[in-house]
């Protein structure tokens, strides 16, 4: 009984449900200058992702840079607008001129990563700056790099604004080790961004929990010349990305927890069912916490299972923003950890 109560305790800690991202490439006829200046008809029309996520965190929320991309392809390449907004833009940090330095990372920079096999363990990066500097790495998994390889006909342009910078690249498909363009076809992608202008280091990424150390949190990108609807989406994902994991819409989470099937939950409802789990676990507690003995031990287990449920009174469970839904979830899946965790210690507790 021991064994099966601790195996428990480890199991309800590995089993969190992973938010990914997603971003459909559109096929461009007529695609735009690479002048820095997003200002073509293409660009305008195309979808902006705009959600990014605190960097290097193991529950990132909502990034404090706004920052959004857009992006789109045709038989020559991938085409990349990234718009940088900063309210100290006079102060980004622009030092370094040289192409291949690997300090390229203490600049304001954005890094691009292409994972075209999807596959989560190698990329191609591509590392950018105000100044026009290039730095490009292809990495075979994390521990090991191609010293051989570089990109080379790649090319950015950028430009400044009130409030923001822009960089505007191109990407031929010979850079992206593809010989031809893609046809409804599953990409791994991520941008990171760094920022200095404050003084301070600032950090944001558009796949929560991607970086270069963790290819396989990148997020997802899909080529192909037509619009695909929710249940397209989920198809494509769902054979592909291993689950679980969810995908946040503007009116809801696509779920997936078991390959090949997954259903769309809307907001409000989705939430009443977290606050219900949330519920279940509490009450679960409250049947034990009176049998429990009070010691030293297990002092920050009683202070700390007050302190959540004054936080789960405090969660909005009727938002109906995206933004702030990414903030509440955060909220809501740490509490449900902190609590669950409470249970099983008291439950070995009263072996």
Known sequence: MFCFLILNYKFAFSTNIRTIIFYKVSYVEVPPEIDGVLDEDCWQKTDSAVVFYEYWKPEPGPGELRTEFKMLYN????????KNYDEY???IKATIKEDDS??????????????QNAAGIGYLKF???FLGAKHNLRQIDTALSDLFWKGQDWFYKTSKGKDYWIVEAFFPWNDLLKVKEPKEELWMFNIVRYSYSTGNFRGVTWSPGGNYMCPDKFGYI????EDKNINQIGSILSKKVTPPWELV?????????NKGNFFFIPFEKFLQGEKKKIEDWIEKVNKLIDKVPKNKNLEKYFNQYDSIKKEFTEIDYSSTSKEKIIDQLKKIRLITTQIEE???RFKIELL
């Open 127 to 129: 590392t950018v700056n």
């Open 222 to 225: 899909y080529f192909s010349s």
């Open 249 to 257: 819409f503007e009116n809801g989470f696509l779920t997936c927890l």
């Open 102 to 115: 690997p300090n390229l990372w203490t600049d304001d920079c954005n890094e691009i990563y292409f994972d």
């Open 75 to 82: 038989k020559k390449g991938v085409y990349l607008g990234i």
């Open 342 to 344: 409470i249970y099983w």
């Open 89 to 91: 833009v006079d102060k």
